[in-house]
Structures are given as C-alpha cells and as structure tokens.
C-alpha cells in the first residue's frame, strides 16, 4: 500500500472515532448520598468520634458536623487525622496542625 492511502485510512478512523466520542451519551451516576444525621454535640463529646476511641470518625467545620468514616485522608495515621473529632475550621483556613486553633469556631 502507498503512503498516502495509509494515512487516509488513519485518518479516516480518526474522524469516525471523534463522531463516535461526540454522539456518545454522557452518563453522570453519582453514589446514594449518606444518610444525614442531625447531631450537636459539644467540642468534649465531638472529641470521643477521631476513629481510635470510636470506629465513626466525625470532623466539624463551622459548626457543622462531617462523618468522615471510611475516608482515607482521615484514617488513623494519615495527614488530616489531627483534624477528627474536633472543629478544624481554623486549622484548615490556617493549614496548621497547630493545638491552639482547634475548636476556635463557634
């Protein structure tokens, strides 16, 4: 085969697989969201859920409260687990693991 017939062919394919990738359909299924459980609690009782002294892992950000059980990032032994079982809202803002911002919110 010559040159110029490979590379129509290449191109051809190209051309289909673009139309192909343009007419498909877009299918957005994102997973059934968590059941949400309204809960207050104070920064002492807040303190029990940091996934060691409780498997639930919760994290609070202005006042409201996140169960991140499950999550990786805030497993026992990774970067963001300081941040579990207390208010972190200043800490994040501040990116600092530093004691003295914990339960500043609120």
């Given at each position: 085969?010559?040159?110029?017939?490979?590379?129509?062919?290449?191109?051809?394919?190209?051309?289909?697989?673009?139309?192909?990738?343009?007419?498909?359909?877009?299918?957005?299924?994102?997973?059934?969201?968590?059941?949400?459980?309204?809960m207050?609690?104070?920064?002492?009782?807040?303190?029990?859920?940091?996934?060691?002294?409780?498997?639930?892992?919760?994290?609070?950000?202005?006042?409201?409260?996140?169960?991140?059980?499950?999550?990786?990032?805030?497993?026992?032994?990774?970067?963001?687990h300081?941040?579990?079982?207390?208010?972190?809202?200043?800490?994040?803002?501040?990116?600092?693991?530093?004691?003295?911002?914990?339960?500043?919110?609120?």
């Amino acid at each position: 085969m010559s040159e110029w017939l490979i590379v129509a062919v290449v191109a051809i394919v190209a051309v289909l697989f673009l139309v192909y990738q343009a007419n498909k359909k877009i299918e957005f299924n994102p997973p059934p969201p968590k059941e949400i459980v309204k809960m207050d609690l104070t920064f002492e009782q807040l303190l029990k859920y940091d996934g060691i002294k409780d498997k639930k892992t919760l994290l609070a950000l202005k006042g409201e409260i996140y169960d991140v059980t499950g999550s990786p990032f805030y497993e026992p032994g990774s970067g963001y687990h300081a941040f579990t079982g207390r208010d972190a809202s200043v800490n994040l803002a501040k990116m600092s693991h530093d004691e003295q911002y914990f339960n500043k919110y609120g």
